[in-house]
């Protein structure tokens, strides 16, 4: 969907402001927020993309206005209500009033400290690559409105395949409750000036992760 | 949820905020969906074991060892499981090389992607409005607010993290560091140099 997460080339954000010696946390609610989403996806309640979905769906004053682990809050509870985890009387009332909805797994402090690596997102492929690098692809002209991870920035766009990445699990489609739809992944790079126009600088180079449905041979 | 007004969190205080997040804490446990040690786990491993020094490791071996490098750059993922000490890595790591030719900076317009395994949580910046709509349009002018100013023929690289691919930085190697170890070398190795905000530190900077 074409929302103001959708940032990159936008005007007027104003400077990058550092701070020094940044605490991984800066309030002990952060850090539980964080791990109830980590520990709610290890369980598969849902994917990753679903919960990137769910923080686009915020209206956008609301994305703008909060912070990082807030809006990651305000999320992870869209889908527990979406999904029926969770019910908004439950959240009202602060406790659980009704049966859990049973999940495949749940975290253990085990397996945190055997060193939680991420998921794979490799998946079968289900044809062969269309694409190799060195290919010329231009990038469609999409604007769906559900989850996308194509940038509004770079669509429509001719670029250079320059790596393949093998097949991963589509998050258009993950984010739809349509299955993985395994797709080709592959690193895609343009010159600055086919995203910003003539006058942008001749030494800037641009690449994204495309998905092979984001492409078709330019 | 998702049908209210939102108004009523912007900028909802500190207090508010902390009663929601335990409350929604209280009723996942009470469900049985999450593990409260499971969650202490993971916020102590952010907090204690996961940082940007899995990171500087990793480049260090890099600048010292020819084959490591060369292994990395093809395959960061297995080249790090193959040195077994350090934090496990997904499966979908790329290490991306500066040259005097290319210097190459990464983001995540649409999100927060970043290598949380090699260097910690993002920092605020990184997730923030101004580097996400900046760093693909204006790299130069982000660079030179984080002090690094390229010369004018270098490439600029950015790599937009659309996908689960993560992006790591090996920055150049200061000179004169020839003998170091890879601890010493370690040091020089920042998070911004990895992330490409910045560049590895000359060893008169890194002297306290």
New interface residues.
């Given amino acids: 969907m074409n929302g103001v997460?959708?940032?990159?080339?936008?005007?007027g954000?104003?400077?990058?402001?550092?701070?020094e010696n940044?605490p991984?946390?800066h309030?002990?609610?952060e850090?539980?927020?964080?791990?109830?989403q980590?520990?709610?996806g290890y369980?598969g309640?849902w994917h990753?993309d679903d919960s990137?979905y769910a923080?686009e769906?915020?209206?956008p004053?609301?994305y703008?206005?909060?912070s990082?682990y807030?809006r990651w809050?305000?999320g992870?509870?869209?889908n527990?209500?979406?999904r029926g985890?969770?019910t908004?009387d439950?959240?009202a009332a602060?406790?659980?009033l009704r049966p859990?909805r049973p999940?495949p797994r749940?975290?253990?402090?085990e397996?945190?400290?055997a060193?939680?690596?991420?998921?794979?997102?490799?998946r079968q492929q289900q044809a062969h690559a269309r694409f190799k690098p060195g290919d010329r692809v231009r990038t469609r002209n999409i604007n769906p409105l559900g989850h996308t991870?194509?940038?509004r920035?770079?669509r429509d766009k001719v670029g250079t395949v320059e790596?393949i990445?093998g097949c991963?699990a589509y998050?258009d489609a993950v984010a739809s409750d349509r299955g993985d739809d395994p797709q080709w992944?592959y690193?895609v790079?343009f010159d600055g000036r086919e995203?910003?126009g003539a006058d942008a600088?001749p030494?800037?180079?641009?690449?994204?992760?495309?998905?092979e449905p984001y492409l078709e041979p330019a | 949820?998702?049908d209210h007004?939102?108004?009523h969190?912007?900028?909802?205080p500190?207090g508010e905020?902390?009663l929601?997040?335990?409350?929604?804490?209280?009723?996942?446990t009470?469900?049985?969906?999450?593990?409260p040690?499971?969650?202490?786990?993971?916020?102590e491993?952010?907090?204690t074991k996961i940082?940007p020094r899995n990171g500087a490791l990793v480049v260090a071996k890099a600048w010292r060892d020819p084959a490591f490098k060369a292994a990395l750059l093809k395959d960061a993922t297995a080249a790090i499981a193959a040195l077994g000490h350090a934090?496990?890595?997904?499966?979908?790591l790329?290490a991306i090389e500066n040259t005097p030719q290319r210097h190459n900076m990464v983001?995540c317009?649409?999100?927060?992607c970043y290598p949380?395994?090699m260097l910690?949580?993002p920092?605020?910046?990184y997730?923030?409005?101004?580097?996400?709509?900046?760093?693909?349009?204006?790299?130069?002018g982000?660079l030179a607010?984080?002090g690094v100013k390229l010369p004018?023929?270098?490439?600029?690289?950015?790599?937009?993290?659309?996908?689960?691919?993560r992006f790591i930085v090996v920055p150049m190697r200061p000179a004169g560091t020839e003998d170091f170890s890879e601890e010493q070398l370690a040091d020089l190795v920042t998070r911004d140099s990895m992330i490409g905000t910045g560049l590895a530190r000359t060893p008169a900077e890194a002297r306290p």
């Avoid at chain 1, 749940?106 to 402090?109: C, E, F, G, Q, R």
């Avoid at chain 2, 009470?30 to 593990?35: F, Q």
């Avoid at chain 2, 934090?87 to 979908?92: A, E, F, K, L, Y």
């Avoid at chain 2, 317009?109 to 927060?112: E, I, K, N, R, V």
């Fill in positions: 997460h959708d940032m990159g080339g936008m005007d954000f104003g400077k990058v402001e550092v701070e940044e991984p946390f309030h002990k609610w850090g539980r927020v964080l791990a109830m980590r520990a709610m369980a309640a990753i990137r923080q769906t915020l209206s004053r609301v703008l206005a909060v990082y807030w809050a305000l992870m509870q869209q527990l209500l979406k985890f969770v908004e439950e959240i602060g406790h659980s859990a999940l749940k975290l253990t402090p397996v945190v400290r060193g939680m690596a991420r998921d794979t997102f490799f991870r194509l940038p920035y770079a790596l990445h991963h998050p992944l690193t790079v995203i910003w600088d030494t800037l180079k641009i690449s994204i992760d495309a998905f | 949820m998702a007004d939102h108004d969190d912007h900028g909802a500190l905020i902390q929601r997040v335990r409350a929604l804490e209280t009723i996942l009470e469900k049985g969906y999450v593990d040690a499971a969650l202490d786990a993971i916020v491993a952010y907090e940082g934090s496990r890595v997904g499966d979908h790329v983001v317009t649409l999100c927060s949380w395994e910690g949580l920092p605020i910046w997730k923030s409005a101004p580097y996400r709509s900046r760093a693909v349009k204006d790299p130069r982000v607010e984080f004018k023929e270098t490439e600029v690289r950015v790599w937009d993290s659309t996908a689960e691919t």
